[in-house]
């Protein structure tokens, strides 16, 4: 079998479990492309879209909110925040949540910890909107 078992798991349960010919994922500190018999590894996760691809050619395109990944030759385990199927985006929500977070950062008064954190949500609603691009 030329394939790996992907699980995606959030602290809500599982969000997918399958199997894909290659897993990319964006770790904080690039893009990896994980194929079948990796050596085993753990890296952390950046906000990003995880893309699936499939033996027929298919793919799955997941948002994820950060987390981790462990890598075994047979199996890749995510652990996310949180993680959205393409098909599941909201994607009017996602839209409404990035205007709040850029009016948010035009707040001059803002403390460095909600700055920050208008800064994640932006960068959230900006990934979950950009599964939209990659599906057409």
């Known amino acids: 079998m030329n394939t790996v078992h ?7 349960g599982a969000a997918f479990e ?3 010919r290659m897993v990319i994922a964006k770790s904080v500190t690039g893009e990896l492309g994980i194929l079948p018999k990796h050596i085993p590894m753990v890296t ?4 990003s879209v995880l893309k699936l691809r499939h ?3 298919g793919r799955t395109l997941i948002a994820i909110s950060g987390g981790f990944m462990e890598v075994r030759p047979d199996t890749v385990t995510i ?4 993680a959205e199927m393409a098909d599941k985006i909201d994607y009017d929500r996602a839209s409404a949540a990035k205007v709040r977070a850029e009016r948010r950062l035009q707040d001059t008064k803002l403390s460095e910890l909600e700055f920050r954190r208008a800064e994640l949500a932006l960068k ?3 990934n ?3 599964i939209r691009d990659m599906k057409e």
């Not at 992907?6 to 809500?12: G, K, L």
């Not at 652990?79 to 949180?82: G, I, P, V």
């Open 55 to 57: 033996e027929d050619g």
């Open 79 to 82: 652990l996310a925040e949180t």
């Open 18 to 20: 399958g199997d894909a």
């Open 44 to 47: 952390p996760l950046d906000v």
């Open 6 to 12: 992907v699980n995606v798991v959030t602290p809500d």
């Open 128 to 130: 979950r909107l950009s």
């Open 124 to 126: 959230k609603a900006i």
